[in-house]
């Protein structure tokens, strides 16, 4: 069974840079497509960034473009988000979530604990 464990999250001011990771055990990434996900207090969960299964292919919402930058590593089995230029806006707790079928899949079938990012001056 495929599990998942976000860190790297943290607080930093407007303006940083944090790196999430989310790890995989029990199985690799590799058959499945990765995405982020966040959800800030009070709003629903919306997805951040996805990338297929191989790697060649990733959306990001209109929200992080030029700003987050996903990416992945089938030899560790983690799944990386880089984001810089933090805004309070981004302020969310930060979900990774797997899938074998797609991207565009309306639910993904394994999900991390995840892990609170707070950007504030």
């Known amino acids: 069974q495929l599990r998942l464990a976000e860190s790297g999250g943290g607080s930093v001011q407007p303006g940083g840079s944090l790196t999430l990771s989310c790890s995989a055990s029990?199985?690799?990434?590799?058959?499945?497509?990765v995405a982020w996900f966040r959800q800030a207090p009070g709003k629903e969960r919306e997805g951040v960034a996805c990338?297929?299964?191989?790697?060649?292919?990733?959306n990001y919402a209109d929200s992080v473009k030029g700003r987050f930058t996903m990416s992945r590593d089938y030899a560790q089995k983690t799944a990386y988000l880089q984001m810089n230029n933090l805004k309070p806006e981004d302020t969310a707790v930060y979900f990774c979530?797997?899938?074998?079928?797609?991207?565009?899949?309306?639910?993904?079938?394994?999900w991390g604990q995840g892990t609170q990012v707070t950007v504030s001056s």
């Open positions: 979530a797997a899938d074998r079928s797609s991207c565009y899949v309306p639910n993904f079938g394994t």
């Open positions: 029990g199985y690799t990434l590799k058959n499945y497509a």
């Open positions: 990338i297929n299964h191989s790697g060649g292919m990733t």
